[in-house]
């Protein structure tokens, strides 16, 4: 898993638990906890999905076997 994505992802893990302490709390800033945990997710999937198109068109360069067409 690309770096970038492992960041992504413990972000998402760490706003996730500030919007849960937050509402626990009572407050509603637990809304933009779960705004950013909402982006850090997608970027962590954008990163994941950007490395495994690298890899494919990399493959797909070399002409290896089980490269998709």
Same mark, same amino acid.
Do not use: Q
């Given at each position: ?5 492992? &960041? ?38 954008? &990163? ?22």
């Amino acid at each position: 898993m690309p770096r970038l994505a492992v &960041y992504a992802l413990l972000v998402c893990a760490l706003t996730v638990a500030a919007a849960v302490v937050s509402f626990a709390r009572g407050s509603w800033l637990g809304v933009v906890w779960v705004l950013l945990a909402g982006i850090s997710s997608n970027m962590t999937w954008y &990163y994941i999905r950007r490395a495994k198109a690298e890899r494919d068109a990399e493959r797909e360069a070399a002409g290896a076997p089980g490269a998709t067409s």
